[in-house]
């Protein structure tokens, strides 16, 4: 009772700051050329079924409560007419740095630029890059990217139809302490490097293409995202395709004849999200996203696809079962923002669905389909 009266609390000193979210961002004096600071939030009342937690034996009851979800504190501008910079801090951040992002870009000429941070790092398509404050479902491949959604970058920018971009990011490295993924545990690259990514984000008009090409892993594993988004007359869409083959070693034989043998597991995922916004009345939108992992099968190294998701206890759940989504699952959902009040305070409600194959119980080898429903209402905005 404690804990969800603590959440009723902050939610309401989120909807607080509402109150000021008809102002605009705040220009901020400084020794640059501009400089504006802004805010981003949402808080929303959820009820959530509990559905992925069910087994036998064990039937959690519904959970319902008010939470901040998305608290931001924004820093843009110019130290001069071609460098711009921008950070955003994540206000709600516990244990960590609240640098969500921050990062400077220098303009050489009105068509090359460099820039370097912490920075969004290109993959998994339209839709995931431009996730934010005002999205209200992600597909579970977001879960099972190559790298973080930010992260310390260089990057090189040519504006060709749009952006061509190179960027260099630190490379993935073994973790053998990771017991529920096979590849992330045996890696190939056990040292601190760059790893490359190349994308072109298009735009020719209302027609928007997507392709980025990654390679990580001491270049033994890649991915790649087509994507396409569009917009006309209120109506918006994105369509994304990813695709990463993550490669990883099998160590076969004895110490003394051990020789690495190369598998390869296959991540696939398509996401759909559309919307249609009446202007000063209401955007309605729909979501849906299918992700899959095949694995790699291979009798000798004791390798074979599965078809449900791993699991792994959480002790402050009684008698529950935690979920690691590493396999498959499909995300679907459907809602509407409220645009009346104006675009610095959006009423909502959204219904989001995922489900997908899991064991039937912790100690089981058989896997039985579960689903999750998230209903939610609540607001969001600009400071």
Do not use: C
């Amino acid at each position: 009772m404690k804990r969800f009266r603590s959440r009723i609390a902050v939610a309401f000193m989120g909807l607080a700051l509402a109150d000021v979210a008809k102002a605009e961002d705040v220009a901020v004096l400084t020794g640059a050329n501009s400089a504006r600071l802004g805010g981003e939030f949402k808080a929303e009342f959820v009820n959530d079924n509990q559905g992925l937690y069910k087994h036998s034996g064990y039937s959690p009851g519904q959970v319902a409560a008010f939470q901040v979800t998305n608290a931001y504190l924004l820093l843009s501008g110019y130290i001069s007419p071609d460098t711009e910079y921008g950070f955003r801090f994540n206000l709600l951040s516990a244990g960590s740095s609240p640098l969500e992002f921050g990062y400077g870009t220098h303009w050489f000429t009105k068509s090359f630029g460099f820039s370097v941070g912490k920075e969004r790092i290109l993959q998994g398509g339209w839709h995931h890059l431009n996730q934010g404050y005002r999205t209200h479902a992600d597909g579970l491949y977001a879960r099972n990217l190559a790298f973080s959604d930010y992260a310390a970058a260089w990057g090189l920018h040519l504006k060709f139809q749009g952006i061509v971009t190179l960027q260099l990011v630190n490379d993935v490295v073994q973790d053998p302490n990771d017991v529920l993924d096979t590849a992330v545990a045996n890696r190939w690259n056990k040292d601190q490097h760059p790893a490359w990514i190349l994308a072109w984000l298009g735009d020719f008009g209302l027609v928007k293409p997507l392709l980025i090409f990654g390679s990580y892993d001491n270049n033994r594993s890649r991915y790649v995202d087509v994507g396409l988004r569009t917009g006309l007359n209120g109506f918006n869409a994105t369509l994304d395709y990813h695709n990463d083959r993550v490669s990883y070693r099998i160590p076969l034989g004895s110490e003394a004849s051990r020789v690495d043998q190369k598998e390869t597991d296959v991540k696939t995922s398509y996401t759909v999200n559309l919307s249609y916004e009446l202007r000063n009345l209401v955007t309605p939108w729909v979501f849906y996203s299918y992700y899959d992992r095949k694995q790699a099968s291979d009798p000798v190294a004791a390798l074979s696809d599965r078809s449900f998701n791993l699991s792994k206890e959480v002790g402050s759940i009684p008698g529950g079962v935690g979920y690691t989504w590493d396999d498959n699952g499909t995300v679907w959902g459907l809602g509407v923002d409220v645009n009346v009040i104006g675009k610095n305070w959006n009423p909502f409600i959204a219904y989001t669905s995922t489900s997908g194959k899991f064991l039937k119980d912790p100690s089981a080898t058989e896997g039985e389909m579960r689903s999750n429903a998230l209903v939610k209402v609540g607001v969001l905005g600009t400071i």
